[in-house]
């Protein structure tokens, strides 16, 4: 607690990527931190118990431990599967996240200036270079620079790039046929030891079980860890905040949470910090009403929970005559930025292209799909396996007013507040978009060679990538934005709100590094603020 | 009606409601946890060396573990696999003669009871819901429950196992990471070389 009383200087509400980031970031410099966070912490010796769960017994660790608590409506035309997406715990999404950190594009923060397009965000890649780099390094990203659609980088990458694995060269093959060029993925997995934490041994549990039996694989539990040896943070377990309480003069004084046994608790704080993600962040926001806040806090524009985003994402999906021997490494290792930034964009979304060659069916899904049994089942699963590969397209939703979370009218939760309503639909820049993309994937695949290509996340069934963006976007003017460029909330001068609920338009590329490129940039400003006042 | 018309109509009836609204078929979870007998016990042990491959040997205690870890543990299971032994028995006697156990038949013979129990699901290849129709009229619940509760659980634990995947040429695989991740940018050392 500061020197003069035992208030912390920061409450920062959810120990996911952003809030750990902001804790460590914080406390490291002597500021005094209290983090609340909703779910339980999870102990990393369990990892390996939870691997081998997951692999035979289908058990998901990370599914909300309070079903109740959880609950959402959903009243768009597409139904929204948040629970399927979103980890209530110490470490927050990073839990479940497939760790690739890719830096946004130079024009994916001015959609406007450049195509006439959604709105330019008030910071700039060139704002945001720096805290790029930091992220990277806070993360520990394993890289190479051997990607000519990214925009320029001031620092090298931290670790050491994971390789191409040995069929990736199919890939490029084919790629290069029809005249595109693949590269390699940073990811934030250990190449070789860092911050304490193992290289990556292959357990092959990333991406498709969603678990890192050994910790290689970043979560934000890293920085909540760290910012807890500082001696300057303290974190709450099962505390889920109902509301923040502002006095009359329109500031933040304290925060209500509530445990598991339905009793509440006040935490007071001089500045607060709002990290729980896109859609808790903004109930929260909505349910804290007050004379001062009669349509919610930070909301004088009427936009905190509108404009919510997602990255859609398509597959094609073909059989090669070549075995892959997938599943030897548990994620993929080569991309092509090649069309993030094309020169229709105004039309069809820029889109970017991965490489997989961890396809199932494994040879446990051929043995039960099949009726045969022996000698002859074990042929099959012979012939079938390590022959099928995906290439992937993900895409840009550009920003639209009705894709909201709003309070549901009907629905509560555990604790008796309204639960969070999803109104979420596509328009036809994303429909065309996928559309285009399955035609791209499909002519890869071709000129692979491969048959019996078939897709998936097409516009009648599309695939949302789990990235919540939106709902609390940033900008210079109150009227049209609920957060400054440095992430302060326009009407609340001790409230900042971080992670992509922030963004203003959502990219092509995995959103990670981008929360936390801005969490570290928002913690230097909350710093500097502290210096000067607390 | 006479009485033969009537049974006849009553079949009839009961066939088409069955293929209207087939119920999926469930384990009995009012049946107690436990172990099977030894006897019951060889029987599966007999079966899943027919349901493996051959050229890899998979040891008893395998299936033995995979078994009581079901039978003890999962409601339900020990019914399924004890009705599914008595079931491979009376069918071993009736293709081969009134003495003749399952578990003392050779493999060939075996692979014939098998067949004999399942051949619908090998003939006919009709999508799953069709299927899930007839079956219920053409295969007795308790081969059902032999192919659901037993066969298709003891070929996903061989498949999932270090002996299955054996079967793909893979000593490492999700889980068990052997030297992975020095190698995976190489061709494999233990599969034939394919680039």
Not at chain 1, 184 to 213: D, E
């Amino acid at each position: 607690m500061s020197k003069s009383d035992n208030l912390p200087d920061v409450c920062i509400i959810g120990a996911g990527l952003a809030g750990g980031l902001m804790a460590f970031e914080l406390a490291s410099k002597g500021v005094k931190v209290i983090i609340l966070e909703a779910g339980p912490k999870h102990n990393l010796a369990d990892r390996p118990r939870y691997m081998h769960e997951r692999l035979y017994n289908e058990i998901n660790p990370w599914r909300p431990n309070i079903p109740e608590r959880d609950v959402y409506t959903s009243a768009g035309e597409i139904d929204y599967p948040l629970n399927e997406f979103r980890v209530k715990a110490v470490g927050g999404t990073t839990l479940h996240w497939g760790g690739l950190a890719t830096r946004y594009h130079e024009s994916d923060f001015q959609m406007k200036r450049y195509y006439g397009l959604a709105d330019d965000w008030p910071i700039s890649y060139a704002d945001l270079e720096p805290y790029y780099g930091k992220a990277e390094t806070a993360l520990g990203v394993a890289g190479t620079d051997d990607n000519p659609f990214e925009s320029y980088r001031s620092s090298a990458f931290p670790l050491p790039v994971f390789p191409f694995n040995h069929a990736d060269r199919l890939f490029e093959k084919g790629c290069k046929s029809i005249g595109i060029k693949i590269h390699h993925v940073p990811w934030a997995r250990n190449s070789i030891p860092y911050q304490g934490r193992p290289a990556c041994a292959a357990f092959s549990t990333c991406q498709s079980h969603n678990i890192c039996p050994i910790s290689a694989q970043y979560t934000a539990e890293t920085h909540i860890n760290l910012a807890e040896k500082t001696g300057n943070a303290k974190i709450i377990t099962d505390a889920n905040v109902v509301r923040i309480n502002a006095d009359r003069s329109g500031k933040v004084r304290s925060v209500t949470y509530m445990t598991h046994d339905k009793k509440d608790h006040e935490q007071k704080a001089k500045i607060f910090v709002l990290a729980a993600h896109a859609i808790e962040s903004t109930r929260l926001l909505l349910l804290s009403t007050s004379d001062t806040y009669p349509n919610g806090l930070a909301n004088s524009s009427g936009l905190v929970g509108k404009y919510f985003m997602e990255h859609l994402g398509v597959a094609g999906i073909g059989k090669i005559k070549e075995n892959v021997y997938p599943y030897r490494i548990g994620f993929h290792t080569a991309a092509s930025h090649q069309f993030c930034n094309p020169k229709n964009r105004d039309e069809i979304s820029g889109m970017k292209l991965t490489f997989r060659t961890n396809v199932r069916p494994l040879p446990s899904d051929i043995a039960i799909h099949s009726e045969a049994w022996g000698d002859d089942l074990a042929e099959e699963v012979r012939e079938s396996f390590g022959h099928r590969v995906a290439v992937s397209a993900q895409i840009e939703q550009l920003p639209n007013f009705k894709n909201s979370i709003t309070l549901d009218p009907l629905i509560k939760d555990y604790f008796g507040n309204p639960a969070p309503r999803i109104s979420y639909a596509i328009d036809d820049y994303e429909k065309n978009s996928l559309i285009k993309g399955f035609e791209r994937v499909t002519s890869i695949l071709e000129a692979m060679g491969a048959t019996a290509i078939t897709g998936t996340g097409l516009p009648e069934k599309p695939a949302v990538a789990a990235h919540h963006m939106g709902t609390c976007r940033m900008g210079s003017n109150p009227d049209s934005s609920v957060v400054n460029r440095n992430l302060k909330a326009h009407d609340v001068d001790n409230l900042f709100i971080v992670g992509s609920s922030t963004f203003v338009t959502g990219g092509i590329l995995h959103p990670s590094l981008t929360i936390a490129a801005l969490a570290i940039r928002a913690a230097e400003h909350i710093r500097e603020i502290h210096s000067r006042t607390l | 009606m006479s009485a033969t018309g009537l049974i006849a109509s009553t079949a009839i009836l009961s066939a088409g409601y069955k293929l209207l609204s087939p119920l999926p078929l469930r384990l009995d979870t009012n049946h107690p946890l436990g172990a099977l007998s030894e006897q019951e016990m060889q029987t599966i042990i007999a079966l899943a060396e027919a349901l493996f491959p051959s050229d890899i040997k998979t040891p008893d205690i395998f299936i033995k573990q995979y078994v009581n870890t079901q039978t003890n543990n999962e409601k339900g299971y020990l019914k399924a696999y004890r009705e599914s032994a008595a079931l491979l028995d009376t069918e071993s006697s009736n293709l081969f003669g009134k003495d003749k156990v399952f578990y003392s038949l050779t493999l060939a013979d075996r692979n014939r009871v098998l067949d004999s129990l399942l051949s619908f699901y090998r003939k006919y290849n009709y999508s799953k819901r069709i299927q899930k129709r007839l079956e219920m009229i053409f295969v007795s619940e308790r081969a059902q429950a032999l192919r659901s509760f037993v066969v298709k659980p003891l070929l996903r634990a061989f498949y999932e196992s270090p002996y299955g995947w054996r079967v793909v040429g893979y000593d490492s695989f999700p889980g068990r990471p052997g030297r992975n991740a020095k190698t995976y940018a190489e061709a494999p050392q233990n599969q034939q070389r394919v680039f």
